[in-house]
T-cell receptor, first 115, second 115 residues
Framework: NAGVMQNPRHLVRRRGQEARLRCSPMKGHSHVYWYRQLPEEGLKFMVYLQKENIIDESGMPKERFSAEFPKEGPSILRIQQVVRGDSAAYFC?????????????FGPGTRLLVL | GESVGLHLPTLSVQEGDNSIINCAYSNSASDYFIWYKQESGKGPQFIIDIRSNMDKRQGQRVTVLLNKTVKHLSLQIAATQPGDSAVYFCAENYGASGSARQLTFGSGTQLTVLP
């Protein structure tokens, strides 16, 4: 049973370019969460999605960041016109349901470096 | 030159000793708590969870204690092993009924097991 998969594992972009991060949830999971982690800090919630729907984007920056979870294929976190402050590890988690006390399982992360 | 920034709390224990990692959470309405272990370069790995209607839960070599009065959570690891060396995060989970269940992470504790 494969866990949460993320690719790429490492991504280098120059300022102004676009970054696309992909996440495939665990088999049977239809709920996806994106978190961002700065060095020596805890993870910060960004967005929660179900298939074709954004449920909660309260942690997403208002500009340049977007997320989707299409009916087919992985969830995508897209960062347009990246800046150095976007450099971080981005983790995706998935859960089977969104009910009370539903465990979120994390992927290995994508480490984004903006030059 | 010197580096300036946040540093994780650290805990060093001898191999075979017991470890206790503490966490203060923020929201008195939180109803579910999780401990994650994060090794360098990897995503958070689920260790153990506890619901707010419980004050203790035991797993394999790990015990979580919850004190809602002072909003405090602790993780006890018995007979600590070198493979336990990692950063440990507590996370709280809350949200209105039917809405997203975003996790709020603590700042983490670096556990180092000494030979």
């Amino acid at each position: 049973n494969a866990g949460v998969m993320q690719n790429p594992r490492h991504l280098v972009r120059r300022r102004g370019q676009e970054a696309r991060l992909r996440c495939s949830p665990m088999k049977g999971h239809s709920h996806v969460y994106w978190y961002r982690q700065l060095p020596e800090e805890g993870l910060k919630f960004m967005v929660y999605l179900q298939k074709e729907n954004i449920i909660d984007e309260s942690g997403m920056p208002k500009e340049r960041f977007s997320a989707e979870f299409p009916k087919e294929g992985p969830s995508i976190l897209r960062i347009q016109q990246v800046v150095r402050g976007d450099s971080a590890a981005y983790f995706c988690a998935s859960s089977q349901d969104s009910g009370v006390q539903e465990t979120q399982y994390f992927g290995p992360g994508t480490r984004l470096l903006v030059l | 030159g010197e580096s300036v920034g946040l540093h994780l709390p650290t805990l060093s224990v001898q191999e075979g000793d017991n470890s206790i990692i503490n966490c203060a959470y923020s929201n008195s309405a939180s109803d579910y708590f999780i401990w994650y272990k994060q090794e360098s370069g990897k995503g958070p790995q689920f260790i153990i969870d506890i619901r707010s209607n419980m004050d203790k839960r035991q797993g394999q070599r790990v015990t979580v204690l919850l004190n809602k009065t002072v909003k405090h959570l602790s993780l006890q690891i018995a007979a600590t092993q070198p493979g336990d060396s990692a950063v440990y995060f507590c996370a709280e989970n809350y949200g209105a009924s039917g809405s997203a269940r975003q996790l709020t992470f603590g700042s983490g504790t670096q556990l180092t097991v000494l030979p």
